[in-house]
């Protein structure tokens, strides 16, 4: 399943899925087999794990944390993992792609609420100010980043002014604004075993 990782280069025929689209070796073209109901659970939690760039602990972490809010847990998690800050960057288009925003991050050429940010996982709140340090703005990435996201635009529930470099939270992330095709239920279903 195409997942976008890849930033520009999945919206263009470079892109490996469209070029194959089965499993890798000399008989995946032929390869055909019914998935169990724990293997489409199992697929849905990591295809959403690799999706976030998120490893399996603090995936449970975050999944336990969704399960003690108030609400349908499915939802609060994909709400939890949309509000990491590498997740913000990515959305408000100062990088290209999840694993691109995890490094510019991690480089430190973030600041959140006009503090050194540098933790990618860190979650971020309603009115929270993300902004490109100063010295950071004339970066190659974040300049073709951000030319790539004025063509595509931004998620509602993010406000961005390209010509200062900085960014605001406006409200909490919707499931309807996610259009990627995640099935939580499946997530849910699977750590409920």
């Given at each position: 399943m195409k997942l976008f990782l890849k930033g520009d280069r999945c919206y263009t025929d470079k892109c490996a899925i469209e070029k194959r689209n089965y499993p890798p070796g000399a008989h995946g073209s032929s390869y055909r087999q019914k998935q169990s109901?724990?293997?489409?659970?199992?697929?849905?939690?990591?295809?959403?794990?690799?999706l976030y760039g998120v490893l399996e602990k603090q995936f449970r972490r975050l999944f336990a944390e969704a399960s003690r809010?108030?609400?349908i847990?499915?939802?609060?998690?994909?709400k939890l993992l949309e509000r990491r800050l590498d997740n913000v960057v990515y959305r408000m288009g100062f990088a290209s792609s999840r694993n691109e925003a995890r490094q510019i991050?991690?480089?430190?050429?973030?600041?959140?609420?006009d503090h050194?940010?540098?933790?990618p996982s860190m979650m971020v709140n309603v009115n929270d100010v993300v902004?490109?340090?100063e010295r950071s703005r004339k970066h190659p990435h974040i300049k073709n980043a951000m030319d790539a996201a004025l063509?595509?635009?931004?998620?509602?529930?993010?406000e961005v002014d390209m010509k200062n470099f900085t960014g605001k939270i406006v409200a909490e992330p919707n499931r309807e604004e996610l259009t990627?095709?995640?099935?939580?239920q499946l997530i849910v279903e699977l750590y409920s075993r």
């Amino acid at each position: 399943m195409k997942l976008f990782l890849k930033g520009d280069r999945c919206y263009t025929d470079k892109c490996a899925i469209e070029k194959r689209n089965y499993p890798p070796g000399a008989h995946g073209s032929s390869y055909r087999q019914k998935q169990s109901e724990y293997g489409l659970q199992l697929r849905e939690k990591q295809k959403v794990k690799r999706l976030y760039g998120v490893l399996e602990k603090q995936f449970r972490r975050l999944f336990a944390e969704a399960s003690r809010r108030k609400g349908i847990s499915g939802e609060n998690l994909l709400k939890l993992l949309e509000r990491r800050l590498d997740n913000v960057v990515y959305r408000m288009g100062f990088a290209s792609s999840r694993n691109e925003a995890r490094q510019i991050v991690r480089h430190g050429h973030i600041m959140l609420n006009d503090h050194k940010a540098d933790i990618p996982s860190m979650m971020v709140n309603v009115n929270d100010v993300v902004s490109v340090r100063e010295r950071s703005r004339k970066h190659p990435h974040i300049k073709n980043a951000m030319d790539a996201a004025l063509r595509k635009g931004t998620t509602g529930w993010v406000e961005v002014d390209m010509k200062n470099f900085t960014g605001k939270i406006v409200a909490e992330p919707n499931r309807e604004e996610l259009t990627l095709p995640i099935q939580e239920q499946l997530i849910v279903e699977l750590y409920s075993r």
